[in-house]
């Protein structure tokens, strides 16, 4: 009895679900009953939603957009301390959670938070939506708007309007959502908001009188921006007398509950312990925990249509936890809701463990850090040099960078990532090929995964239609830099303060490594960039090999264009040259289309001095010894096997 007036105690001090759950399994049915009964009514008042009172018409769910840098995170700060959520100077950059965001200044994951906002002695619930800024988070942004009737679209004082401002704006006139456009940073020195009101009024058609200006770091004005929130952007179209519906829109891992969802209640009302069902996996599960972030996890005992909420019920998988799935009363199917479709990975790279006894370990950190990240996607791969590993796909390399420092960073994983490669397209013909591949459209991104040339009629790789925003000075080189990558100009516009908008159709392939470097290097740093996805289109494509000796490595095989061939072969048997360890016979490197030969080096062999016992005497003994060395030298590379360390390929394959 004396343990049992312990364990109650401790359950009611700390006032948590987890802690009756515990009582549950030590007390008897009866008694447990007792204490549930006692938890839901008077001993737990936070469990007990405040926001059931808060009717649907005082609902917003709002998002904000904005290139990188423009102060997102900021802005989301400052609301957040208003609305009381979290006490003053309690830390920049709250939402972004991720070791790998704080270091690089960048948002990563599309967080959330449910503000209480008082206006003009209403009550009302602001469910703010945090959305990244770089063109290879867009999947993140795309989700983070499907709850949302409207967004903040800000933009720096400063900088003006960048690509991802574009894209972003008319990402949301794409989905009917109430726009409310916001000029950050009139508190720095060389701010210049009448510039960039002419910007919008030029590109987007936006009145002056609708724009609001702010310091998001002062907090000047944000108290204007709520109250637009409420104002302008309407509330959620939803419906508390109905059967209950919902989206997942979100999803990451928790070591103890497994799979939590981020859900936007579209109808009715979900309890705790009510059962679900998902229309995706046709799946059943308990309701263990519902809470509303605020913008740390606040346990609830009900969500309601209009809300925006996580729940646990025991997924263990991002196969379980679909973006995008509907979720409905056990029993009660419903129509599923408009969901989004998942981002095509655009960019594919080999990823192995430095140690194979890593393989299982890094399997599952893989499998943790994707339940969250739609845009990536995964397929076992094996290699000779490399062992198993997988291939990994990627909506941009930045993605690929932060996945990899993720990686590091959360898991302890230590991955050897290989040259970034994109997915391209055969097509082909004869009957015996099209019963082979099972189609006549080879898609491939793996080059060991080419087709034969001779019974393809046409290949075809990805086109993206970029944007760039630059001063008008740089145009010479940024027409330079785009016609050297291939592209082909489409729109060249004077948006007003000497600033020019290019649009140029973009090979893929030939952006994903270094053009956004090279970008921002011959502009001076004062380029923005951002590209969508455009179409495919016939093209001359090879498969560039490497031979040692005459015997092809087809781990150092690539895809590349016929006009970039001789240049890419150049570089990489250079570089073969550094890496490979010398032998006691010599290597031919070479480049090879088909049978070509297209680029060329030779690694000397390590030579012993078989000469230096002799003193003196006939010269004949010196060249007799000399030449048969190099019959040696012959006959082992005859015969010899060039032993390649599994450095090598690292040094080679890896970015």
């Known amino acids: 009895m004396k343990m049992k007036k312990v364990i109650y105690h401790v359950w009611y001090t700390q006032r948590n679900y987890n802690y009756f759950q515990l009582c549950t399994s030590i007390f008897n049915r009866e008694h447990s009953c007792i204490l549930k009964k006692h938890y ?46 979290i006490k003053a100077n309690s830390g920049k950059q709250v939402l972004d959670n991720l070791q790998v965001e704080k270091e690089r200044g960048i948002t990563v994951k599309a967080q959330t938070a449910s503000l209480n906002y008082t206006y003009k002695g209403t009550e009302y619930l602001l469910n703010l939506i945090d959305t990244p800024g770089h063109v290879d988070f867009s999947a993140e942004v795309h989700r983070s708007l499907a709850p949302c009737q409207g967004v903040l679209l800000v933009i720096d004082a400063n900088d003006g309007v960048q690509a991802q401002t574009v894209a972003n704006y008319y990402l949301a006139i794409k989905k009917e959502l109430i726009i409310i456009p916001i000029i950050n940073k009139i508190d720095l020195k060389n701010a210049n908001p009448a510039k960039v009101i002419e910007q919008l009024k030029s590109l987007f058609d936006i009145k002056e009188a609708d724009v609001l200006k702010i310091s998001a770091k002062l907090g000047t004005g944000v108290h204007n921006v709520l109250d637009a929130i409420v104002e302008r952007i309407p509330p959620p179209d939803a419906f508390r007398d109905k059967p209950f519906r919902a989206l997942i829109f979100d999803s990451w891992y928790d070591k103890y509950k497994g799979a939590i969802s981020l859900i936007y ?131 941009g390399l930045l993605h690929m960078e932060v996945f990899m420092q993720r990686l590091e960073q959360e898991y302890g994983a230590q991955p050897i990532v290989t040259v970034p490669n994109v997915t391209y397209k055969a097509k082909i013909f004869g009957s015996k090929n099209i019963k082979k591949y099972g189609s006549d459209i080879v898609i491939f991104n793996n080059p060991a995964h080419f087709p034969d040339p001779q019974i393809v009629s046409e290949f075809y790789e990805p086109i993206i239609l970029g944007t760039i925003i630059a001063p008008a000075e740089y145009t010479g080189v940024i027409m330079a830099l785009c016609l050297e990558k291939r592209g082909t100009e489409q729109l060249t516009k004077d948006i007003g303060n000497n600033r020019i908008m290019f649009q140029f159709l973009l090979p893929l392939n030939e952006i994903i490594v270094d053009f956004h470097d090279l970008l921002k290097n011959v502009t001076s740093g004062y380029a923005s960039f951002d590209y969508e996805e455009y179409d495919y289109v016939s093209s001359n494509l090879v498969k560039l090999n490497i031979s040692l000796n005459g015997i092809i490595v087809e781990e150092l095989s690539t895809v590349v264009h016929i006009s970039k061939a001789v240049f890419t072969g150049k570089k990489l048997c250079e570089k073969l040259l550094d890496v490979i360890p010398r032998q006691l016979f010599e290597i031919a490197i070479q480049a090879l289309i088909n049978s070509k030969v297209v680029a060329r080096e030779t690694l000397k062999p390590l030579k012993k001095d078989v000469t230096a016992k002799l003193y003196g005497g006939d010269v004949t003994r010196r060249m007799k010894l000399l030449a048969r060395q190099s019959e040696g030298k012959k006959r082992m590379r005859m015969i010899g096997r060039i032993a390649l360390p599994r450095d090598t390929f690292i040094k080679v394959l890896k970015r």
């Open 40 to 85: 839901c009514t008077k001993q737990n008042p936070q469990t007990i939603n405040k926001e059931h009172e808060i009717e649907v018409e005082n609902i917003r769910n709002f998002s904000i957009i904005a290139h990188v840098d423009h102060g997102k995170s900021t802005l989301a700060d400052r609301f957040l301390e208003l609305t009381g959520a």
């Open 265 to 395: 209640v579209k109808e009715g009302s979900l309890s705790l312990g009510e059962y679900i069902t998902s229309t995706y996996t046709k799946k059943c599960y308990e309701i263990k925990t519902l809470a509303l972030l605020k913008p740390n996890e606040k346990p609830v005992n009900k969500l309601l249509a209009g809300q925006v909420g996580c729940i646990s019920c025991n997924m263990r998988s991002s196969k379980e936890a679909f973006i995008g799935d509907t979720l409905y009363l056990k029993n009660q199917p419903v129509e599923p809701l408009l969901g989004f479709k998942a981002p095509k990975a655009m960019v594919f790279s080999g990823v192995y463990p430095l140690d194979q006894s890593q393989f299982n370990t890094m399997r599952t950190a893989i499998e943790k850090l994707t339940l969250n990240d739609s845009g990536v996607s995964v397929v076992t791969d094996t290699s000779l040099a490399l062992g198993q590993g997988w291939r990994i796909g990627f909506l």
